[in-house]
């Protein structure tokens, strides 16, 4: 994660702090979206098993009229019959017209909430050469041991920070690295 610079730590881990409280709030929001998804996909099963439940009744109506009886229709139908009972038993456990705003609310407040199982943060200790590459644990490699915090996102990789300090006089400005790609290239 690269955090614009700032003028002190402190406006720097606000700005951390804000990241971490958008990432929530989007979460939050995908869970609405997918139940959103998910009820609309349950509509249209329902009007599905409908019409084809509809449709089975009328083709055994019209069988029984010609053979007496419509040879394995009655278990389709109740075979649909018990598909839509399912279905409308799913779409009632969503939340209703007039409960979306609420059931909004309460996403975004339960995730807010437990937000240690979407976002956690906790200290790594890494071994690094001088090439700054991993050193593995009581290898006999001479290297420098970091401690930096560790960001577990739920769903995405993990991301380390560290926290650093540079003078301004000490940054390489664009322009001079503009200028020194030039004097390369030309």
């Known amino acids: 994660m690269v955090v614009l610079?700032?003028?002190c730590e402190h406006d720097a881990r606000i700005g951390i702090r804000r990241r971490a409280f958008k990432f929530?709030?989007?979460?939050?929001?995908?869970?609405?979206a997918s139940v959103d998804t998910q009820r609309a996909d349950l509509r249209e099963q329902h009007s599905m098993l409908k019409t084809r439940l509809a449709i089975l009744k009328g083709?055994?109506?019209g069988l029984e009229a010609m053979l007496d009886d419509g040879e394995g229709a009655p278990d389709k139908i109740e075979d649909v019959e018990r598909q839509l009972?399912?279905?409308?038993q799913s779409l009632a456990r969503f939340?209703?017209?007039?409960?979306?705003?609420?059931?909004a609310m309460g996403r975004v407040?339960?995730?807010?909430?437990?937000?240690?199982?979407?976002?956690?943060?906790?200290?790594?200790?890494?071994?690094?050469?001088q090439m700054n590459i991993l050193v593995p644990e009581g290898s006999a490699e001479p290297a420098t041991d970091i401690v930096?915090?560790?960001v577990l996102v739920k769903r995405t990789p993990v991301i380390h920070m560290v926290a650093?300090?540079?003078?301004?006089?000490?940054?390489?400005?664009?322009?001079s690295l503009l200028d020194e790609a030039q004097r390369m290239l030309g």
């Open 85 to 88: 009972a399912e279905n409308e």
């Open 164 to 175: 650093c300090r540079f003078p301004r006089g000490e940054l390489i400005r664009r322009e």
């Open 59 to 61: 083709q055994r109506a």
């Open 148 to 150: 930096l915090p560790e």
């Open 95 to 103: 939340p209703g017209v007039g409960e979306t705003l609420d059931y």
């Open 24 to 32: 929530l709030v989007t979460q939050a929001l995908e869970e609405i």
């Open 5 to 7: 610079p700032c003028a």
């Open 109 to 129: 407040q339960s995730v807010l909430s437990h937000g240690s199982d979407y976002l956690q943060v906790r200290s790594v200790k890494l071994r690094l050469d």
